[in-house]
């Protein structure tokens, strides 16, 4: 693995990340609010992305550009691990491992983000859910880091009942925000992406996510630039 390099921050400049893969801005949301200048990339238009974008494949970009940040964020497609996916026989791509070998070599602190379906092409991951956050809804992500380290908050026990996907959510039960879930506006409350359509909610990172895993980043890079 390439070693970390120094960041050589300018004095009064906001440490930048790369978010890669981003969709819709889930993930950047959580970083901007812990004090990063966000920059997104992803191959498709994303109209709704609240801060800077850039429409680009972002394996390449990294490779080209990844040096010019101080921490970088991937979420490559979940698609390929996908049981839904698999269970109506497409194929997709893994893009865990050249995102990884991407990242490497930048020498940045960087954060792998994915389901837990693809727990097995992931090193040492932490998992997260939106449960622990105050949401009502169960969904776990899985997120591998190199260069710095967080402890996600205490994983609380799945004791609510799950909506069936589809239906309204119950009352006292959790919901289910996939495929074509009902209340995209309770969606959008409980997750705190108000900016988002269905097709973003149905598989954005929480923005609780990335700002408690931002905090800790931003810390590495701090410590690093002193």
Avoid at 11 to 38: E, I, M
Avoid at 166 to 171: D, F, I, K
Wanted: with cysteine.
């Amino acid at each position: 693995m390439t070693q970390p390099t120094d960041i050589r921050r300018d004095s009064g400049r906001q440490p930048r990340l790369l978010d890669l893969f981003c969709c819709q801005g889930g993930a950047a949301k959580g970083y901007v609010d812990a004090g990063f200048d966000v920059t997104g990339i992803d191959i498709a238009p994303q109209p709704c992305y609240p801060y800077r974008f850039v429409q680009a494949e972002a394996v390449a970009f990294v490779r080209e550009h990844g040096r010019d940040f101080d921490v970088i964020h991937a979420s490559p497609p979940c698609q390929h691990y996908s049981r839904a996916q698999k269970i109506q026989h497409r194929t997709h791509p893994d893009l865990i491992a050249p995102t990884r070998a991407a990242l490497e070599a930048t020498g940045r602190p960087w954060v792998i983000e994915n389901v837990e379906e693809a727990a097995a092409q992931l090193r040492d991951p932490v998992t997260m859910c939106a449960a622990a956050f105050g949401m009502r809804t169960y969904r776990h992500r899985l997120f591998e880091t190199r260069g710095f380290t967080f402890t996600p908050p205490q994983h609380p026990a799945h004791l609510a009942p799950l909506t069936k996907m589809g239906r309204p959510r119950a009352a006292g039960h959790f919901a289910h925000y996939v495929g074509n879930f009902s209340g995209v506006a309770e969606a959008r409350t409980d997750m705190r992406v108000p900016w988002m359509n269905r097709d973003g909610i149905l598989e954005c990172i929480p923005p609780a996510y990335t700002h408690w895993i931002g905090t800790a980043a931003l810390q590495a890079v701090l410590e690093v630039a002193a």
